[in-house]
């Protein structure tokens, strides 16, 4: 197996495995002169141990000597193939990520090691395979769940690993945004995102606002807990063709903030109009939202956001 391929398998970076090598004598055991290095599949299963006794808290070089030692004593492992991309993994680390892509796993390896360089690697390299839409809903999404439930049953144990990877899924959504440059944009009108008050989870209009940038749709980005009067007041400033509101909890989606806003004017006299209000986020579910878009996810709110300005989303 190439170093990188190892790398993708383990969910870290390939500097890491180099680092492993110098510090610790992590290497393959057999180097070709002049070609570049293969690890075998018992240098595979050593480097495993390693990261799973990483990942628990055993400090790197404790790590290190215990997984020499059971590489020295185990008998020589069966080939392993690396995974495919399309792969699905039931196990990742001690996060309960379920039946998901093979990429989560290592995803899920590296914010658990809290190997910053190996998370932000895993998340580049999902969007430019799989694109911005793949990426977010089949990668981050099912890693954000599992390290969420990780910490739920586990009292205050992984909230290190929540901001980590929340942190740098947050980096490498922004640097998939690319704001329309003037005269660029289609459409006049601007989108605007914005949290309700009392919202603090931005992610999900973070990935939306990528999204929209890749169609040219020109975006205001608000961010979390955006006071009410505020909203109201950016609404009647820019007139929007669309509202997005984010309410990840059921306390802080307010209905009939949603409906003012639907019902905010702009404009002159006799010619005035009013946004779409497109609503997102868990805590709407089962409030009588009628007349207001509720998409099913990224994909979908795309896809409606796209045809309401005539473009095409370029997602798979």
Same mark, same amino acid.
Request: glycine share 10%; charged share 20%; net charge positive.
């Given at each position: 197996m190439t170093t990188g391929a190892l790398a993708r398998r383990l969910g870290v970076s390939p500097t890491t495995l180099r680092s492993w090598d110098r510090r610790y004598g992590l290497g393959p055991a057999v180097r070709p002169d002049g070609r570049h290095r293969r690890w075998? @599949?018992?240098?595979?299963?050593?480097?495993?141990?390693?990261?799973? +006794?990483?990942?628990v808290g055993v400090p790197p070089a404790e790590a290190a000597r215990i /997984?020499?030692?059971?590489?020295?004593?185990a008998p020589p492992a069966a080939p392993v193939p690396p995974p495919e991309p399309e792969t699905r993994s039931r196990a990742a680390g001690t996060?309960?990520?379920?039946?998901v892509r093979q990429e989560c796993r290592g995803?899920?390896?590296?914010?658990?090691?809290?190997? %910053? %360089?190996?998370?932000?690697?895993?998340?580049?390299?999902?969007? /430019?395979?799989?694109?911005?839409?793949?990426?977010?809903?089949?990668?981050?999404?099912?890693?954000?769940?599992?390290?969420? *439930?990780?910490?739920?049953?586990?009292?205050?144990r992984y909230v290190e690993v929540e901001h980590l990877l929340s942190w740098h899924v947050s980096t490498t959504l922004r640097r998939c945004t690319r704001p329309a440059a003037p005269g660029d944009a289609i459409g006049a009108a601007p989108v605007v995102l914005a949290c309700v008050p009392g919202e603090?989870?931005?992610?999900?209009?973070?990935?939306?606002?990528?999204? !929209?940038?890749?169609?040219?749709?020109?975006? *205001?980005?608000?961010?979390?807990?955006?006071?009410?009067?505020? +909203?109201?007041? %950016?609404?009647?400033? !820019?007139g929007p063709a669309v509202v997005v509101l984010w309410a990840q909890a059921r306390s802080t989606a307010s209905v009939p903030l949603a409906r003012h806003v639907?019902?905010?004017e702009w404009g002159v006299r006799g010619a005035r109009r009013r946004p779409v209000v497109m609503l997102g986020g868990l805590g709407w579910?089962? *409030? /009588?939202?009628?007349? !207001?878009? *509720? @998409?099913?996810? !990224?994909?979908?709110?795309?896809?409606?956001?796209?045809?309401?300005?005539?473009?095409e989303p370029a997602v798979s």
């Amino acid at each position: 197996m190439t170093t990188g391929a190892l790398a993708r398998r383990l969910g870290v970076s390939p500097t890491t495995l180099r680092s492993w090598d110098r510090r610790y004598g992590l290497g393959p055991a057999v180097r070709p002169d002049g070609r570049h290095r293969r690890w075998t @599949p018992q240098d595979v299963a050593m480097l495993e141990t390693m990261c799973r +006794l990483t990942s628990v808290g055993v400090p790197p070089a404790e790590a290190a000597r215990i /997984a020499k030692e059971g590489a020295g004593s185990a008998p020589p492992a069966a080939p392993v193939p690396p995974p495919e991309p399309e792969t699905r993994s039931r196990a990742a680390g001690t996060l309960p990520l379920g039946d998901v892509r093979q990429e989560c796993r290592g995803l899920a390896r590296a914010a658990v090691r809290l190997d %910053a %360089a190996a998370v932000e690697e895993q998340l580049a390299s999902a969007v /430019a395979q799989h694109g911005l839409t793949v990426a977010w809903e089949e990668v981050m999404v099912p890693t954000l769940h599992a390290v969420g *439930r990780k910490w739920a049953s586990s009292g205050d144990r992984y909230v290190e690993v929540e901001h980590l990877l929340s942190w740098h899924v947050s980096t490498t959504l922004r640097r998939c945004t690319r704001p329309a440059a003037p005269g660029d944009a289609i459409g006049a009108a601007p989108v605007v995102l914005a949290c309700v008050p009392g919202e603090e989870h931005t992610l999900a209009l973070e990935a939306l606002n990528a999204g !929209l940038s890749e169609l040219r749709l020109a975006t *205001r980005m608000f961010g979390g807990a955006v006071p009410a009067e505020a +909203l109201t007041a %950016a609404v009647r400033r !820019l007139g929007p063709a669309v509202v997005v509101l984010w309410a990840q909890a059921r306390s802080t989606a307010s209905v009939p903030l949603a409906r003012h806003v639907a019902a905010t004017e702009w404009g002159v006299r006799g010619a005035r109009r009013r946004p779409v209000v497109m609503l997102g986020g868990l805590g709407w579910a089962g *409030r /009588a939202t009628h007349g !207001l878009l *509720r @998409p099913a996810g !990224l994909r979908d709110a795309l896809a409606t956001l796209a045809a309401g300005y005539g473009t095409e989303p370029a997602v798979s």
